[in-house]
């Protein structure tokens, strides 16, 4: 797992989505579609980004949480159910956002690979249409509308924590 988060979170978005669609299909004859790549790609670097993330959580939560838990009769299941996770999930929310904020941002790099997202059909109105200023602009506030609601969403995700963490 070590191997798998280094890797993945180290290598930038750009070059796994192009690696994915180019060089994979060389190598084993398994071709995606464009989408399928950058589903691939985006999804191995978030899910090496958020176990840092959970790694972090579960590493903030203090032993003696744990040892309290096991002294009153807690098994070692009982103890990660309803001692660990319970604090590890909101002390983990925040960076959980960051992660899912930078991997909805880093889908602008599948115009790389003719994805059809935003970024994409604003290129291809421009060039129809010749407006660039009103087209890019739509598709930032339209970013930014999305990752402001999804941040506020967590936000009060956050709130329902009815303890202060030790």
């Not at 739509?138 to 509308?145: E, K």
């Amino acid at each position: 797992s070590m191997i798998f988060v280094d890797l993945f979170r180290t290598l930038p978005v750009v070059v796994l989505l192009i690696w994915i669609h180019y060089v994979l299909p060389i190598l084993t004859g398994l071709n995606l579609s464009p989408t399928g790549s950058s589903i691939v790609a985006l999804s191995l670097n978030g899910a090496a980004l958020a176990c840092e993330a959970f790694r972090g959580g579960l590493e903030a939560i203090p032993p003696t949480q744990q040892q309290a838990a096991q002294s009153l009769g807690f098994s070692r299941r009982q103890v990660f159910r309803y001692v660990t996770i319970p604090q590890a999930f909101f002390a983990t929310l925040p960076s959980l956002t960051n992660v899912h904020i930078t991997v909805l941002k880093n889908v602008t790099v599948t115009v790389l690979i003719a994805v059809p997202e935003v970024m994409f059909r604003a290129q291809e109105l421009t060039v129809q249409f010749f407006r660039p200023l009103e087209l890019y602009t739509g598709a930032a506030i339209l970013y930014v509308a999305l990752i402001w609601a999804y941040t506020v969403a967590m936000r009060s995700l956050e709130k329902l924590q009815k303890w202060q963490p030790i």
